[in-house]
């Protein structure tokens, strides 16, 4: 978990990058921005609010050798390591930026490169690495007053309210190539941002270990519980599994095979899924980890227990213990209508 609520900006690089494939050029300022007490909460704002609102999946920079030849890595350690060489040093990140800007969708934008401190993450506080860029122009009208009469003149700008694209890097787990966030909001090229600019993969912790392997269960219970035996197991067996997790700090397969899933024949069909699907979802040699309680809650929240049926009835499940619906709800067949039916008891109805 993050927080940037006392986080403050220690230095502003500001800098401007065309598209290399259309000839543009690219700004390098010679000295840092000077920031004042009213552009100040506006930018933080401008460069905080997406990281505030996005869901917290993290990377770490990677090198399929060894991490000192990445040079994004290189550049933020050198950065944490002496922080007045910040603005050097986003020259050189911009130039690098600027390199991989060769692809005709890539648009131009300004680069502000920024020195955070005081970010909260884990419960640590530590120093940061804010690069941001901006690429969309809004139109906005100016009123200018001229002999009595008022103007409109079109001008574009900068919208406050959207960031194209940004990172934040941690200083915290460098050994595993630093804590980021990262956000992208104009995917034109997927590739340009994460992999031909920062170079990361995903950061694999007890939160993406978590993740996957409840999407990993989610996947299972579509196309092999499912079709095995119906919707009602394939909702059950979701609700089992992420309620396996919620009651466990530590995950351990065997226990948690045991636990959720009744039939001997699933168990089988399980790690036989695992090692046809498990390298897809990077959980291949996955069988113990630490579970992440914001990863639960999330997929609990994302995880939809619903029945939906042919004949516009809906059947919600929302059971914290899904032994219930064991008991409250039965699936049969009825000869004379030749349909099926789900009974339901209950004791009132709740308005």
Not at 195 to 200: A, I, K, N, P, Q
Not at 259 to 278: A, C, M, Q, R, T
Request: with cysteine.
């Amino acid at each position: 978990m993050i927080n940037l609520y006392n986080t403050t900006i220690e230095t502003l690089s500001l800098h401007k990058i065309g598209n290399k494939s259309r000839n543009e050029n690219m700004v390098l300022s010679d000295e840092p921005y000077r920031l004042n007490d009213e552009i100040l909460p506006l930018i933080k704002e401008f460069f905080f609010k997406p990281f505030r609102d996005k869901e917290e999946n993290y990377f770490q920079f990677a090198h399929e050798v060894d991490l000192e030849y990445n040079d994004m890595f290189r550049w933020a350690t050198d950065i944490f390591d002496n922080p007045e060489k910040a603005h050097a040093i986003s020259r050189l990140i911009t130039g690098h930026l600027f390199q991989q800007s060769n692809h005709p969708h890539i648009k131009n934008g300004e680069v502000y490169m920024v020195y955070l401190r005081n970010l909260s993450i884990d419960n640590n506080v530590v120093d940061g690495i804010g690069i941001f860029k901006s690429e969309i122009k809004s139109d906005f009208l100016e009123i200018d007053e001229h002999d009595n009469n008022l103007e409109m003149i079109l001008k574009q700008g900068i919208s406050l309210d959207k960031l194209d694209k940004g990172c934040i890097i941690f200083n915290y787990k460098k050994e595993e190539g630093y804590k980021i966030l990262t956000i992208d909001s104009n995917r034109y090229d997927a590739r340009y941002w994460l992999e031909h600019f920062l170079s990361v993969d995903a950061f694999q912790d007890e939160n993406f270990m978590t993740k996957k392997y409840l999407k990993f269960c989610q996947d299972f219970a579509k196309e092999v519980v499912l079709p095995a035996e119906d919707k009602k197991e394939e909702v059950m067996f979701m609700n089992r599994a992420v309620n396996h997790f919620a009651k466990n700090d530590q995950f351990e397969e065997s226990n948690f095979l045991n636990e959720v899933i009744d039939n001997p024949d699933l168990i089988s069909e399980f790690k036989s899924y695992k090692v046809d699907k498990g390298e897809k979802y990077s959980i291949e040699d996955l069988t113990t980890f630490p579970i992440s309680n914001t990863a639960v809650n999330d997929m609990r929240k994302a995880f939809k227990n619903v029945i939906n049926l042919d004949t516009n009835i809906q059947i919600k499940m929302d059971f914290v213990n899904p032994e219930s619906a064991e008991k409250f709800i039965e699936k049969g067949w009825d000869e004379e209508k030749q349909m099926y039916y789900y009974l339901v008891y209950f004791n009132k109805e709740i308005k």
